[in-house]
């Protein structure tokens, strides 16, 4: 008997923003449909996918960034969660009553790095918080994300991997989405 189909949630990190490094959602399905990947669906343009295939992380987050390479021309690093995974974001949310707008699940390609949430704490301004929930951080922005000095290249090397984040909203359809 072989190996379970998993739920998976990829997502790509700085696809279609300011016009550069642009995937299309609708041929990214196709291409994907292509590779293997089954059901293939997208949610905005930002790079959130949801398909199922046998194996395990790695081998989804593989797949995507390979069709992506071949389809498109130019790498893209993707971070994958299985549906279980993804339904307990929510309930590990440290900061419920944060803006949903504001509030951030970041997602590591590897596991998070110890003293990450320190390393990320002392560049906080003011109004803005961080927190571990298990294989995630959470980042609620405060007052905005654009003046923040939170900025990715630090959440990278705060994490020692790839960071990717997307806000509650966009956790929460997700969760919802997966789940049908």
């Known amino acids: 008997m072989g190996k379970a189909t998993t739920r998976w949630i990829v997502l790509l990190r700085g696809v279609n923003v300011g016009g550069n490094r642009k995937v299309p959602m609708a041929e990214l399905r196709a291409a994907l449909g292509e590779a293997g990947a089954a059901n293939a669906r997208t949610y905005i343009a930002s790079g959130n996918i949801l398909f199922e295939s046998d194996g395990d992380t790695a081998a989804a987050e593989a797949l995507v960034e390979s069709v992506i390479a071949a389809r498109f021309g130019f790498p893209v690093e993707a971070v994958a969660r299985s549906a279980e995974q993804w339904a307990g974001y929510a309930a590990q949310d440290p900061f419920p009553n944060a803006s949903p707008k504001l509030l951030h699940l970041c997602l590591a390609k590897r596991p ?56 509650r909203n966009t956790v929460l359809k997700l969760a919802a989405m997966i789940a049908q």
């Open 112 to 167: 998070i790095a110890a003293g990450a949430v320190a390393a990320i704490e002392a560049k906080c301004a003011d109004g803005e918080r961080v927190a571990r929930a298990g294989e995630a951080l959470w980042i609620d922005y405060g007052a905005g994300v654009a003046d923040s000095k939170l900025t990715p290249a630090l959440l990278d090397k705060a994490a020692g991997s790839m960071v990717t984040a997307r806000n």
